[in-house]
């Protein structure tokens, strides 16, 4: 019979097996967008989301840090999503010619400033928060590509999104910001719908009054955002 101590040391053992897993995907977004495939790609980030979206509770609810303490979980999952959200999101705006000369330029220095945004001591408060645009390069860069607009106009909203990251303002953490938490779930759900039924009609020519009506999530987003951070600052 297993004892519950060692149950507990397999479930966290499992929940960092769980998060280590989204390596899989992000190699297997990387063969996609090398093979010129944006569809599969874009399934295989979706995945990668998935898994990033879960395993924070889990490993909450497990205290996976007592039970498996050997192993920085944290660090793994920085690590993880930097590919996931950054670097492989700059590769796909490569190669799928978001963003192209003169404004190359643009990527790397996206690179760079996500970096710093993930080895920033204060990119996470207290009180459940992001400080600064929480690098969803994979977003943006999707968005981009379905928009289709110039690459000047890519880059320049690129460019703005590094500056955010600079700014102090208070993200939204799905996972760890409590206000607004259920009218959130509920609208990145519709999203998702949303999201689903416009990519299984077609991938690479969305319909466009699908895709203007999908932004209405990525607008609360920011929104809110910018409310909460308002209001909590006031709080304080």
Not at 131 to 147: C, D, E
Not at 171 to 179: C, D
Not at 190 to 214: D, K, T
């Amino acid at each position: 019979m297993i004892s519950n101590e060692q149950f507990a040391i397999a479930r966290a053992w499992f929940v960092h097996a769980w998060t280590t897993s989204g390596l899989i995907f992000a190699f297997l977004a990387l063969i996609a967008i090398a093979e010129d495939n944006a569809a599969r790609a874009v399934a295989m980030l979706a995945v990668t989301v998935f898994i990033d979206g879960v395993d924070g509770p889990m490993a909450r609810a497990w205290n996976v840090k007592r039970w498996a303490s050997t192993f920085d979980g944290r660090r793994a999952d920085d690590i993880i999503d930097y590919i996931t959200y950054t670097f492989i999101p700059v590769y796909f705006a490569w190669q799928f010619e978001i963003i192209t000369e003169p404004w190359v330029w643009v990527l790397p220095l996206v690179l760079m400033v996500s970096l710093f945004g993930f080895s920033n001591d204060g990119a996470k408060t207290d009180d459940g928060f992001f400080t600064g645009f929480p690098s969803y390069w994979n977003g943006a860069v999707i968005y981009l590509f379905w928009l289709g607009l110039p690459v000047w106009v890519n880059a320049s909203l690129l460019l703005l999104l590094c500056l955010m990251t600079f700014v102090p303002i208070k993200y939204v953490s799905f996972n760890q910001t409590v206000q607004l938490r259920p009218l959130q779930r509920v609208l990145l759900v519709i999203w998702v719908i949303v999201l689903a039924i416009m990519m299984s009609q077609s991938f690479y020519n969305p319909n466009p009054a699908l895709l203007y009506l999908s932004l209405f999530y990525p607008f609360f987003y920011f929104g809110s955002s910018l409310y909460l951070s308002w209001i909590t600052r006031e709080q304080n």
